[in-house]
């Protein structure tokens, strides 16, 4: 007959080994083990909650040394900063840190009378600064409504602002030109728009993934679906052969929507080419005058230049504006270098700024060399001298 297991020998032997080995200290929660003449101090026990049965985690000091772990506000994950709220304020404070290093160096290297050309400025915009605004606008953006109002707050309309002052230097227009120009001027959407059009991209990637067709071509789900659709009409069609009526359909003409399509927009790409060949001065020169945001008496009064006490001309016939100078004036600052009936009216004005074709663009350089000549924009004086000395 075998021993008992409580009174077995061997049962007493191992238990008494065991207290030999460990030893409990006083500390709450912590238990000490003693291995011969080392010491290891273990994780501490973790206590159970009385309602569900779980174990309960202290989160400030969740290993249980000597060091605490201290809570944080934020953390980022692949480039998005995420906080406890999920208001994405914190993602707005670590991308707003980017363009104000980019925008600074941006403007190291264009300004309103010095540097590259309009189109590589907006190019090193777009490329450099936008991408940086809009990185992790699947995760942030809601898209704005279809025929809505743009977004008034939230992160999107605070990295607007950041889009308005790169604008500025690429443009080299003043801070009170409307962003809406600013944005017509350099081909430039508003940034809810163009966050709409990458998280539309995005949406279209996770509906559309790409299939292997096994021949190493790649077709997505939508173009599999379209050719079921078209075998399965096919078929029917060879069924039914000829009968029924043919469909008989009335004059058809253009849908309201396709007339709209139709019609040209002046948010176009065309509105690069009146710069081509422009030094920077006289593209910021340009878009001064179309904005109508110019160093001239009339805008400088509007602001309240304690210099300026009149908007109107020297001439006394009206406000000093680009136009007046250009069309009206009867004492101008210098001789008009263009003949008197190819800018007569204010439409043949506004014709010669859009400078799209080749007649209107010599006319809107030989304006933009006289107004630079005439004094009236001292900011020009020195873009202007070094011009002609360098064609000299």
């Known amino acids: 007959m075998s021993p008992q297991p409580d009174s077995s020998p061997f049962r007493d032997s191992r238990t008494r080994t065991i207290n030999n080995m460990r030893k409990t200290t006083r500390t709450p929660g912590v238990q000490e083990i003693v291995y011969g003449e080392s010491t290891v101090r273990d994780v501490p026990r973790a206590e159970v909650h009385p309602a569900s049965g779980h174990a309960k985690v202290n989160l400030a000091n969740p290993g249980g040394g000597t060091s605490p772990v201290k809570p944080e506000g934020s953390a980022g994950f692949l480039g998005v900063w995420l906080d406890w709220k999920l208001n994405w304020k914190a993602h707005l404070v670590a991308v707003e840190k980017k363009p104000r290093t980019q925008s600074y160096a941006l403007s190291r290297i264009v300004a309103k009378t010095w540097g590259m050309g309009l189109a590589k400025a907006r190019e090193v915009y777009t490329k450099c600064i936008r991408s940086a605004l809009a990185y992790g606008a699947s995760s942030f953006h809601i898209p704005t409504d279809v025929g809505g109002e743009p977004v008034k707050k939230g992160i999107t ?190 439409r043949d004005f506004y014709s010669v700024l859009h400078g799209i074709n080749p007649t209107t663009a010599r006319l809107a350089r030989r304006v933009l060399d006289w107004l630079m000549d005439s004094a009236k924009l001292p900011m020009y004086n020195l873009a202007r001298r070094l011009e002609l000395e360098a064609a000299a």
């Not at 950041?162 to 940034?191: C, D, H, M, Y």
């Open 157 to 346: 309309k605070a990295l607007g602002k950041a889009q308005n002052k790169s604008l500025r230097i690429v443009a080299g227009a003043f801070k009170s030109t409307p962003i809406r120009n600013l944005e017509t001027e350099t081909w430039v959407p508003p940034l809810d728009l163009y966050l709409n059009k990458r998280l539309a991209d995005y949406e279209n990637r996770l509906q559309r993934p790409d299939l292997d067709d096994g021949q190493g071509g790649k077709k997505t789900a939508a173009s599999v679906v379209l050719t079921a659709c078209r075998k399965i009409q096919q078929r029917l069609s060879s069924r039914r052969g000829n009968r029924g009526r043919p469909r008989t359909l009335g004059p058809q003409g253009p849908m309201a929507v396709e007339r709209a399509a139709g019609t040209e927009t002046l948010f176009r790409n065309g509105t690069l080419r009146r710069h081509d060949g422009l030094s920077k001065a006289k593209s910021s020169l340009l878009i001064q005058i179309r904005t109508g945001a110019i160093g001239l008496r009339d805008f400088l009064f509007t602001r309240g230049v304690p210099e300026v006490l009149t908007p109107a001309c020297e001439c006394g016939e009206g406000r000093e504006t680009a136009e007046h100078l250009v069309v009206w004036c009867l004492a101008p600052p210098l001789t008009r270098r263009w003949e008197r009936t190819g800018i007569r009216t204010r």
